[in-house]
Structure formats: structure tokens, C-alpha cells
């Protein structure tokens, strides 16, 4: 799909200058881009061209020796307005280019120019990518998606190099106070002589190794540490023998056995005769610091499988729907009572599919939302639990092991909640997944609902409570249990007691975020080796919970015909076999080229359109807008497989559009279309 490009100066300023490149010296990974160009586009030129609001600066430079030159000469303006590749195969062969500075210009005149934009992750064009000639020419379809993808990995290097001064930044932070708090940092310092016999063991050492002073001195650093790293140290000591000094980062134990990560500096000391007498040895803890890097690096992986699953979950969509759809038809059609288990079958399982579908795309969404500090928009409703309750149930029943017994309490009469069912549900699959992992030999997760008084004492003591009527969701498991010493740190960012792959510690830091979000708090109790209950306390409403859709009516049609516009064959034929079976028309295009052929010769007919939001030739956005220019008040009803409806750019106001993921249900888009076409 083509990118959005953002055209407003103020907001494509501000994205140049948020990467702090200008007037920076020239670097590396930047020069060999630039080199890059001109060897796949076989030009003398090639600039990587950032604009500023009134000049234009060049970060790399190949085959021209200029810094920077006004914005209004050269054509780089022209490229970042359009957002698109600009070609000029000869500039004195159009008199709009054959006046510029740069072609007239003696020492410049410049024949052929191309360029791409630098498209930052928002859409503002920064800059270009631009190669250069003294000679008309021409460049290949593949020279130019070859400089295209040159592009996107400049601003790739510049995201990575403004993440890297970010890092640097934090380190910077982290000297200074370091240098501030000199008299109590924890750096051990040792002292041991030639022989690595330790001379000097002082009381930061004592703590971070255990060991204390009377213990280690007089003692060869091998007996106190891994013989396994004596050959390493060895190699340290001849450096320190023959350059004076050696830094870098040891693995170590501690007395008790612990792993410990130190950035290690040796220095030589020397006697009053400038010959070699002892090692001075001071490290530091950076144990913590390493974990937060791996973890970091962790989520970002997990960011990119996130994205690889967004596109798998789109596909699977795609599949199911006309799955639950024909399913629907043919329950209705055939009364055979040995095809309709059968049938029902079918249905539940896809059913189940759409669910696990749904359920990749919160994870998507949710580590998008977390790793890069995205705001996610809330869209409450009033719900019943107990219906979250049952589904959660069925998905951890078919997915924990046997070994682990499931059971739900839900309290009689429950009250509703005002809440996001999709975020609700990610917090307690999150709760559910942490018991499981609690419990590697087995055991009991219970998982109850129920109405609960908070009056003014308990709310006293609970700073988060507030005096009223809340739900309490109790999640609690018969496992291993929490120590003490962590139990206040577990809802920390980035704080895990998981092995390494198995955690990223930012499940109960979001779920904390969201339930505070729904106005509610999170309370845990656990005991070593006896399990752990959280309780998650929902402020309750007075109002009536939204109906299940199977619940409700199929509203039929009364002969309008349908547009349905999807590049899927398999739910075009079954979208319209369902309008049909409910008293609807449909006609059927495969893109948004075909749909407004079709809308054009038939639009006196046609009553509502059902519009794919991804699709070849014509995307859905592109389709809408046009439809709706020719009639604004067309119903039109928005479906994808990936998007959510906070990423559609569709009007929410507008009563004559909605949105519908995918897969659904028949019941779900005559449900739909009926709301639209009746308003």
C-alpha cells in the first residue's frame, strides 16, 4: 500500500529537527549509502539531501563538493511536496527546470536528476535521495525501486541513530550522577600483587561478592572466583603487564552463586622505582544494566514478530469469514440431523479460529502500544463479565495443559462494568498465563467474579478505591508462589523472575496501566510455595450490558442491492449468497477501480456498498473518499482483516459509515448493514 505523506511544514520540521542531524559531521553509515546510489544508479552524484526550512543541507555528499545550498535551488522541494520519486531525464528539455541555478549554474549544470523522499515514520518528507549527471540519461524501473529502498534505509539509520543518542543520553545521566555519589557507589576494589595474591579487599567488594575482607585477602583471586575464567584473567595480566591498563566486562560468582556481570578496569601500580608491584582491580555491578539491554533487545523482537503475526492474522481472516458465513447458509437450508452436528462443528471451531485471530491482533496491538510508548485509544462499552469470564475459559482449556484444573465461580446477578472487553481480556489472559507458568507440574487456577461494597475504611487504606460498588475478578493458582522480598516490585516495567525468552516483565506493568485506566486497581497476596491471588477491582454500573449478537434478531432486507467490493473471490460469492438468502440484491467488484465502474452505471440501485480496506489497484481508503464525493450520503460499511476501526481514516461521526472486522458473522453484517442503511 502507497504511504500517507504529510504535506503540513510545521509537523515535517519538527520530525527533520527531532533527529538532531543537521550540521553534524559526516558519518560512515550515511557516506556508503550515498556511494551505494551511485553505484546501483551508475551516476557521478549522489546526495543525501536533508530540508531544512530555508536551506537544504546535505548529510552525505558523492561527486559534489557543496555543503548546502538555498532550499528554492535544485529540485529537491519539488520531490518532498509530491512525496513521490521525481525523474528529470534532461532539465534543459522542460523550461520549468532549465532556469534553475543548478542547470544554469557554470560549475554545476546539471543534466539528469533524480530522487526519493525520506519518508519519516509519521510521513513527513525531511529530504531526498538524490543521484545526479552532467549528461541527460534515463534510469531502470529497478534503479528506481532500488533508490527507493535506498531511501528507507537512510531514515532506518537515522531512527537507529536517534535511539543511539537516546542511549547515550541515559549513560551520559547515569556518569554524572555517578560522579556525583562518588563516596557511596558500589564499585568493589581489589588490590592484589604479581602473583594475584588479593592485598586489598574493601567493603563494596564485601557485598557485591560475599566474601569478606579476612576471608579474601591473603587468597589467590582464583580460589575465590570460577577456575573456568582463569585463562582469560591470565591473558588480562599480560595486557596489564605490558600496556599498563585493561577495561572491559568479566563474568563472575559471587559466594553464593550468583551470576554477576562487572565492567572490570585494571590498572598497574608501580613502586617508587617505577617497577611493577601490584593490580589495582575496581568493578562495577552491570549486572541489572545487561538484563534491561536483553530485555530491551527481547521486546524489540518481539515488536517484529508482533508485526509478522498482524499479516498472518489478516490472511487467517480472510479465510474464515466466508467459512462462518456459508456455515450460517447451510444450517439454515438443511434439516439433516446427522449434517447439522456436523455444521455445528464446523461453526465452532471457526468460530474458535477467529477468536485466536483476535486474540494475535490484542497481542499485536499490544506490544506496539508498549514498546514504543503509543497511546491506545480506549472504546468502552457496557459489558457483562461473566460472558469474558466463559471465554477466556474455553481458550486456556484448550491450550494449558492437562495437569493444570480450571475452574470459574461467577456470582449470581453480577453487575455490569463499563470497560474495553479487548484490553479487559488481555489482562486477565495475562493473569491466567502467569498462573499456568506458576505451575510447571500442575495444579488448580480458579478464576471468579463477584459484586463487592467498598466503604470508606477499606478505601482508606487502598489509596486507588474509591467508596462504591465494584466487580472483583480473582485469579488465583496453587503454584510456586512469590517471595516476599519482590512481591512490591513485580508490576515494574521490564522486571521479570523469567528466564531469559520466556518474559519480557511487561505483562503486569501494562495490565496495572489498564485496569488504572478503567478507573479500578490490582491487588496480589502470595506465599512461597502456596500460590498467588490477584484481585482486579472494577468500579460496577447501573446500566444494561450490551446483548450478544446471537442473542438478537437477523433483521432482514427489503430488495436493496448491495455493493460488495473485496479481492477475495471466496468472500465476494458468499457476502452476496448471504444479502441474497436475506431479501438483499448484490452486485460485486473485485477492486476499488471495478466498484466505482460499477456504482457509476448502477448508482439510481444501489443502496449501501461493503468496502475492503486492502486491495490491489485500488486501495479501500482511496475507494470511500471517492464514492463519497460522488454521494455523500452512501452507507457504506468499512471491513478489514488487520485494522482496527481507530486506524481506519474514516469519519466516526458520519452515521452512514461503520466499521466491521474481519472475520465476521452473517449475523454480524446484516446486524451492520440494517444500522447503517436505516439511519
Avoid at 267 to 284: C, F, G, P, R
Avoid at 500 to 523: D, N, P, Q, V, Y
Wanted: aromatic content about 6%; charged content about 20%; proline content about 4%.
Amino acid at each position: 500500500m502507497k504511504s500517507l505523506v504529510c504535506n503540513n511544514e510545521g509537523s515535517r520540521l519538527e520530525a527533520l529537527r527531532q533527529y538532531q542531524i543537521l550540521d553534524t559531521p559526516p558519518e560512515e553509515a550515511f557516506d556508503e549509502l550515498a556511494f551505494l546510489a551511485t553505484q546501483i544508479c551508475n551516476t557521478p552524484i549522489a546526495l543525501i539531501n536533508l530540508i531544512d526550512a530555508n536551506r537544504q543541507w546535505f548529510k552525505a555528499k558523492v561527486g559534489l563538493d557543496v555543503q548546502e545550498m538555498p532550499r528554492d535551488t535544485g529540485f529537491g522541494s519539488i520531490c518532498i511536496e509530491s512525496g513521490e520519486v521525481l525523474i528529470i531525464p534532461d532539465t534543459l528539455a522542460d523550461e520549468r527546470f532549465a532556469t534553475n541555478p543548478i542547470v544554469s549554474d557554470p560549475g554545476l549544470c546539471i543534466r539528469f536528476y533524480a530522487s526519493a523522499p525520506l519518508l519519516a515514520p509519521g510521513g513527513e518528507a525531511i529530504g531526498t535521495l538524490c543521484i545526479v549527471d552532467r549528461i541527460p540519461r534515463q534510469i531502470s524501473p529497478e534503479q528506481v525501486e532500488a533508490l527507493q529502498t535506498l531511501s528507507r534505509l537512510i531514515v532506518r539509520q537515522l531512527e537507529i541513530r536517534r535511539e543511539f543518542a537516546k542511549l547515550a543520553s541515559i549513560k551520559q545521566e547515569y556518569k554524572q550522577a555517578q560522579e556525583a555519589l562518588l563516596d557511596i557507589v558500589t564499585d568493589a576494589i581489589v588490590v592484589q600483587d604479581l602473583d594475584n595474591k588479593i592485598l586489598l579487599w574493601n567493603k563494596n567488594a564485601e557485598e557485591l561478592y560475599g566474601w569478606k575482607s579476612e576471608e579474601a585477602i591473603g587468597k589467590q583471586s582464583n580460589e575465590l572466583f570460577c577456575t573456568e575464567s582463569w585463562p582469560q584473567n591470565l591473558e588480562i595480566y599480560q595486557t596489564v603487564l605490558k600496556d599498563g591498563s585493561w577495561q572491559g566486562e568479566l563474568q563472575k560468582i559471587s559466594k553464593s552463586g550468583k551470576n554477576l556481570i562487572v565492567e572490570s578496569r585494571w590498572t598497574l601500580i608501580n613502586d617508587e622505582h617505577s617497577q611493577a608491584k601490584s593490580i589495582l582491580v575496581v568493578d562495577t555491578d552491570i549486572t541489572h544494566k545487561k538484563q534491561l539491554e536483553k530485555q530491551f533487545l527481547h521486546a524489540q523482537r518481539m515488536e517484529s514478530i508482533g508485526t509478522l503475526a498482524s499479516g498472518i492474522a489478516h490472511d487467517l481472516n480472510n479465510v474464515l469469514s466466508p467459512i462462518l458465513m456459508s456455515v450460517h447458509l447451510l444450517k439454515s437450508k438443511i434439516s439433516d440431523q446427522q449434517i447439522n452436528p456436523m455444521l455445528s462443528i464446523i461453526e465452532s471451531n471457526a468460530k474458535r479460529g477467529a477468536d485466536l485471530v483476535k486474540q494475535v491482533l490484542s497481542f499485536t496491538r499490544g506490544i506496539e502500544g508498549n514498546v514504543q510508548g503509543q497511546a491506545t485509544t480506549r472504546q468502552s462499552t457496557v459489558l457483562q463479565v461473566k460472558h469474558l469470564l466463559l471465554e477466556i475459559q474455553q481458550i486456556i482449556s484448550q491450550t494449558f495443559p492437562k495437569s493444570i484444573a480450571v475452574f470459574i465461580k461467577i456470582q449470581d446477578k453480577l453487575l455490569p462494568i463499563c470497560a474495553d472487553s479487548t484490553q479487559l481480556h488481555q489482562v486477565l489472559i495475562n493473569l491466567c498465563v502467569n498462573a499456568r507458568d506458576a505451575m510447571p507440574t500442575g495444579g488448580t487456577l480458579t478464576i471468579s467474579a463477584e459484586n463487592i461494597w467498598i466503604d470508606e475504611t477499606y478505601a482508606s487504606m487502598h489509596i486507588e478505591a474509591r467508596v462504591g460498588i465494584y466487580i472483583v475478578l480473582t485469579v488465583a493458582d496453587t503454584g510456586l508462589g512469590i517471595n516476599s522480598e519482590i512481591l512490591d516490585r513485580i508490576f515494574e516495567p521490564f522486571f521479570t523472575t523469567k528466564e531469559l525468552g520466556k518474559g519480557t516483565g511487561l505483562g503486569l506493568s501494562t495490565a496495572m496501566r489498564i485496569i488504572k485506566e478503567h478507573g479500578g486497581f490490582i491487588t496480589v497476596s502470595s506465599f512461597v510455595g502456596k500460590g498467588t491471588k490477584f484481585k482486579v477491582y472494577l468500579p460496577a454500573v447501573n446500566q444494561v450490558p450490551m446483548p450478544l449478537l446471537e442473542d438478537t434478531a437477523i433483521p432482514t432486507g427489503s430488495g436493496e442491492c448491495i455493493l460488495v467490493v473485496d479481492d477475495e473471490t471466496t468472500i465476494q460469492e458468499i457476502t452476496k449468497t448471504s444479502l441474497e438468502n436475506y431479501n438483499y440484491k448484490a452486485m460485486t467488484a473485485g477492486d476499488g477501480v471495478e466498484a466505482l465502474a460499477i456504482y457509476a452505471q448502477h448508482k439510481d440501485k444501489i443502496s449501501a456498498a461493503i468496502i475492503d480496506m486492502i486491495m490491489s489497484k485500488m486501495d479501500g481508503a482511496t475507494t470511500i473518499r471517492t464514492l463519497q464525493n460522488i454521494n455523500p450520503l452512501l452507507p457504506i460499511i468499512v471491513v478489514s482483516g488487520l485494522a482496527t476501526s481507530e486506524q481506519v481514516p474514516m469519519d466516526k461521526t458520519d452515521e452512514h459509515t461503520a466499521f466491521l472486522p474481519k472475520p465476521y458473522t452473517t449475523q454480524e453484517l446484516l446486524k451492520t448493514l440494517h444500522s447503517v442503511i436505516s439511519q
